[in-house]
């Protein structure tokens, strides 16, 4: 059974730092790619960043120069590191895992079979 759990969320001001993170388990986490999405109220889900099971990193547009995600092998987690955020990083972001080693559409969170329960972001002054 593969649960996902993320945590870190909360209410920041515009300009803060924040770091989030996501537990795995029920899964080989050496051979899998962790991605970041978020969904704001009545909006669909969009492609935060994700990390693979080399470590390398993939950003969404608007995330490219703030964001960075992260792995740390020894708690099975991956973190997002949010900088600078901003009013319309305001989301319920999710963690999302998938085992092959060899795919394309990383962005895409058809690629993703698990999934997390999300976590609240609210940028506001």
């Known amino acids: 059974q593969v649960l996902l759990e993320e945590s870190g969320g909360g209410l920041v001001q515009p300009g803060d730092s924040l770091r989030l993170s996501c537990a795995a388990s029920?899964?080989?986490?050496?051979?899998?790619?962790i991605g970041w999405f978020r969904q704001a109220p009545g909006k669909a889900r969009t492609f935060v960043a994700a990390?693979?099971?080399?470590?390398?990193?993939y950003y969404g547009d608007s995330m490219k120069g703030r964001f960075t995600i992260s792995r740390d092998s020894t708690k099975n987690s991956v973190f997002l590191q949010m900088n600078s955020v901003q009013p319309e990083d305001t989301a319920v972001y999710y963690c999302?895992?998938?085992?092959?080693?060899?795919?394309?559409?990383?962005?895409?969170?058809?690629?993703?079979?698990?999934w997390g329960q999300g976590t609240q972001v609210t940028v506001s002054s």
């Open positions: 990390i693979n099971w080399s470590n390398y990193a």
């Open positions: 029920g899964l080989s986490f050496a051979a899998a790619t």
């Open positions: 999302a895992a998938l085992t092959k080693k060899y795919f394309t559409g990383h962005w895409r969170e058809e690629s993703y079979p698990y």
